[in-house]
């Protein structure tokens, strides 16, 4: 398994724009595809975004043309920028880290708060 470290959460007001970051232990990005995902209260865990090792990327339909996915293979880090957040944004987010043979790391997320 891989550790994974997020951060770049916080609180921001509607409109705002934030950019989360995924620290991995070593580098994985050759043999993991990447993913944030999100956890509101109440809600179960939902896909935010993704970023295979080929470099394909996919959004949910929520946050398409509002979130960007990205990496630095240098810093062995994962990005999301999160711009023209909405409340509905608010929620607890997930790194990870998926292999069909190595299996799943998450991190230990990191709280989004969107609110006026």
């Known amino acids: 398994q891989v550790q994974l470290v997020e951060s770049g959460g916080g609180s921001v007001q509607p409109g705002g724009s934030l950019r989360l970051s995924c620290v991995a232990s070593r580098s994985i990005f050759s043999i993991y595809d990447m993913g944030w995902y999100r956890q509101a209260p109440g809600n179960e865990r939902e896909l935010v975004a993704t970023?295979?090792?080929?470099?394909?990327?996919n959004y949910a339909d929520s946050v398409k043309g509002r979130f960007t996915i990205s990496r630095d293979n240098a810093k062995n880090t994962v990005y999301l920028q999160m711009n023209s957040l909405k409340p509905e944004d608010t929620a607890v987010y997930y790194c990870?880290?998926?292999?069909?043979?190595?299996?799943?790391?998450w991190g230990q997320g990191t709280q989004v708060t969107v609110d006026s």
């Open positions: 970023l295979t090792r080929g470099g394909s990327t």
């Open positions: 990870n880290a998926n292999s069909d043979y190595l299996g799943d790391s």
